[in-house]
């Protein structure tokens, strides 16, 4: 009888257990949820001024009402740890006090969010997103100029301290919450009720936890992922959506799925389609050089002795606007674009939205698929690349760097490429700049000064003074903010970050065209071309549309060059830059390869990893939303999305192909 008893109290302990600590797991999720809330509303709050001006009230609130769905995901991360490392091993183990596990998880939970809340307000501001792919590629950068950079512009150290102070705040509620009485276990004076109470438990916390999982739904038909988390016509507000949490698992995925191009199909079979869908014909041939393949249609301008491909940090191309004329920070390049020698085509994409990606394209004449071929252990020239190609016409290859030549296996790839020389910043005399490199005016100018003209050659020059940390005392170097002030929003005009910004961006053009100037004085006989490696992921717009927040300027100037040289239905990206300057410059019947195609073809799409443009309308490759290009008049047909996305299919595949597989389509 005694022994009977004995295991009968020690069940009831163990449920007496079981049903305290599961109360305390609900306060932790409560809590935590409560700080996605709080963390969502300051959010929103700080950055105020990227809400649409057409949003309501009634948008915030269904941004909050689907961002706490969301949240029950994220809130159900921690509560599951609790639930298994504090409540089931209480269970376990009777008679000891494990609440301290569940107290020390919320409190390194309570801490990383600061930190990714504190961390998610610069990123928005400069990315329009909350977290993505990029943090990730930060993986292969220069962490010292990374550190460097978060530090000075970024402010980490104080924002570090706020997440401190934040996570002191939140752990202090935390504690008192979970100090809080519970409620004992109900007692029943028969055993199928007992039984049956159990039984609802269990079950009760079954559904929570798919509640939980499918963010408010029971199934995947219902619920709240950040795969469908547009609730509202406000970007901004969609991403205030998202968690940090939620975010930095979406940037995790993208990732993934971006870095294996998965939905290409890039199997053997369906490798051949896409080659004969970008080649325009069918081959009966399994090497992709064939596919690849192209013939100059004939010189149009006499053969420069010297090409400069000039790629701006950050060059955005919507300073060159006509509704952007009052800024005044792109004066020189525009003084460039209205000589006669000179042409300019405003539908140009760069290749990828980050500056190596950019560079490896521009390198492989690969569309960027983010494999990050310079990190690729392969390393046999691509039948696409630049060099080898440009060397046929007798050129001299030339990479000019204006930071370090360790960053990013620039120099190793470039060289490995068929580039016959490269310097950085760390090569020249006078290195000063911070820790991305030198400072523009400095590179651009000891390049001028050691240029050789022993040979016909092409240089590409990649500068680097737009780019955070903004060091460069721009008003030592002439800048007059108030030459910028009639084109400043009125909020924006006595915001420093802001001038500080337009000053670099003016810093960058005016030695950019400076050097222009010099090289073209020296070498008639040679033709400049200017673009950005990127959009500049700022504007004094908070709600840039897609035109304004991506594109790139592509200027072309020098010897032969006209206005009218380009069809007025031109559109291009960096992978273009190539084939149109053989279609430019080659003797008929020159064969070269190319993923892109020239722009001096009329009537061509272009595209980069994201978005599609045609001479007058723009679009994401993952949607049916069209935007016309601003100054353009839209007035042509509709164009053909589907066959432009089945174009821009190929080209990645091929690519991605390329970089993993080579040549053969087998």
């Known amino acids: 009888m005694n022994r009977h008893n004995v295991v009968h109290i020690d069940k009831v302990s163990r449920w007496q257990m079981f049903f305290r600590n599961i109360q305390q797991d609900l306060k932790l999720y409560l809590f935590v949820l409560m700080i996605f809330c709080i963390f969502r509303i300051g959010f929103i709050a700080t950055l105020n001024q990227y809400i649409n001006e057409s949003s309501t009230w009634k948008d915030i609130v269904v941004s909050l009402y689907y961002g706490i769905r969301i949240s029950l995901k994220s809130a159900g991360i921690i509560t599951l740890f609790s639930f298994v490392f504090s409540t089931l091993l209480n269970v376990i183990l009777v008679g000891k006090n494990l609440d301290s596990i569940r107290f020390y998880l919320g409190c390194i939970y309570i801490l990383i969010l600061s930190v990714l809340f504190n961390a998610s307000i610069p990123f928005y501001q400069d990315f329009h997103m909350v977290f993505n792919q990029f943090i990730f590629n930060t993986f292969h950068d220069d962490v010292v100029a990374l550190g460097y950079t978060m530090v000075q512009q970024y402010h ?101 799925r971006v870095k294996e191009a ?136 030339y990479y000019w760097y204006g930071g370090f030549s360790s960053w990013q296996r620039l120099k190793e790839f470039s060289l490995e490429q068929g580039f016959d020389e490269f310097h950085a910043s760390n090569d020249m005399k006078n290195q000063s700049g911070n820790a991305w490199g030198s400072e523009d005016k400095n590179f651009l100018h000891e390049l001028s000064a050691t240029f050789k003209d022993d040979q016909p050659s092409v240089h590409v020059i990649f500068t680097t003074s737009n780019h955070p940390p903004f060091t460069v005392n721009v008003a030592a170097e002439g800048f007059d903010a108030n030459t910028v002030l009639g084109g400043v929003p009125e909020k924006s005009k006595s915001n420093k970050e802001v001038m500080d910004r337009l ?33 500049g992921r700022f504007h004094i717009k908070p709600n840039p549309n897609v035109y304004e927040g991506y594109a790139v300027p592509f200027v072309i100037y020098g010897q032969g060059i006209r206005h009218d040289i380009f069809p007025s239905t031109a559109a291009g990206n960096h ?92």
């Open 262 to 397: 998965s939905g290409l199909h890039v199997e053997a079979g369906r490798i051949v389609e896409y080659a004969t869908q970008l080649a325009g014909q069918q081959l009966n041939s399994h090497n992709m050089d064939d596919f690849l393949r192209k013939q100059a249609q004939g010189p149009k301008i006499p053969k420069p002795r010297h090409i400069f491909i000039i790629i701006g940090e950050s060059y955005d191309a919507w300073p060159l606007m006509p509704e952007y004329k009052d800024l005044n920070i792109a004066n020189g390049l525009k003084s460039i674009m209205a000589q006669d020698n000179a042409a300019y085509i405003p539908a140009f994409l760069p290749a990828a939205t980050g500056s190596m990606d950019a560079m490896n394209a521009f390198i492989t004449g690969l569309a960027d698929v983010n494999l990050s071929p310079n990190y690729q252990s392969n390393q046999e020239k691509y039948s696409t690349a630049m060099a080898p190609q440009m060397k046929k016409l007798g050129y001299k290859m």
């Open 575 to 666: 992978i273009s830059v190539i084939p149109t300057l053989f279609e430019l410059i080659a003797p008929k019947g020159f064969e070269y390869y190319s993923v892109g195609e020239s722009m001096t073809k009329p009537d061509v799409a272009s595209f980069s990893r994201e978005l599609w443009i045609t001479a007058d309308r723009i679009g994401k490759n993952n949607s049916s939303a069209v935007e016309g290009i601003p100054w353009f008049q839209t007035t042509k047909s509709e164009p053909e999305t589907d066959k432009i996305k089945q174009d821009v299919d190929a080209a990645q595949a091929l690519s991605w192909w390329m970089i993993k597989h080579g040549k053969n389509m087998n």
């Open 156 to 256: 980490l150290i104080s924002r570090l301290l706020l997440s401190f102070l934040f996570t002191f705040i939140l752990c202090w509620g935390l504690k008192r919450i979970l100090g809080t009485k519970t409620f004992p276990l109900p007692q029943f004076s028969r055993w199928y009720t007992t039984l049956f109470f159990r039984v609802c438990i269990l079950a009760g916390i079954f559904i929570f936890m798919l509640f939980s999982r499918f963010g408010g739904g029971l199934n995947y038909d219902h619920s709240v992922q950040w795969e469908n988390a547009t609730m509202t016509k406000d970007d901004f507000l969609n991403e205030a959506i998202l968690d940090d949490i939620q975010a930095l698992n979406r940037a995790y995925m993208t990732y993934e």
């Open 503 to 535: 000053g670099h961006f003016w810093y960058a053009d005016k030695y950019i065209t400076e050097f222009i100037q010099t090289m073209y004085q020296r070498y008639p006989d040679s033709i400049f071309i200017v673009t950005g490696d990127h959009g």
